[in-house]
């Protein structure tokens, strides 16, 4: 029959998938599905976020200048991602 996996998350770049199907009658079929992923691609729907702010403290810089950092990343579907970000200074 036909299977899915759907909640795999790999831990690097590509690699190989060992599979082993257990049949109901007790026969077992084994083999190997390559994969690859890219940097950047976020699931279907999901949505990864940062934000980060704060100022320089630093002896002889006039002031204490701020800054901050936003970035975004949503999975539109399984193919598309959007990433868009943002920093800002004082």
Request: glycine content about 16%; charged content about 15%.
């Amino acid at each position: 029959g036909k299977f899915t996996f759907d909640d795999l998350y790999p831990t690097n770049a590509g690699g190989d998938l060992q599979v082993t199907i257990h049949e109901a009658d007790g026969s077992q079929d084994t083999f190997t599905v390559p994969y690859a992923t890219l940097p950047g691609l976020v699931r279907a729907g999901a949505v990864y976020y940062d934000l980060s702010l704060g100022y320089l403290d630093e002896d002889g810089i006039a002031g204490r200048p701020g800054f901050g950092e936003a970035t975004l990343q949503y999975g539109f579907n399984d193919y598309i991602s959007g990433y868009t970000g943002a920093n800002a200074t004082t």
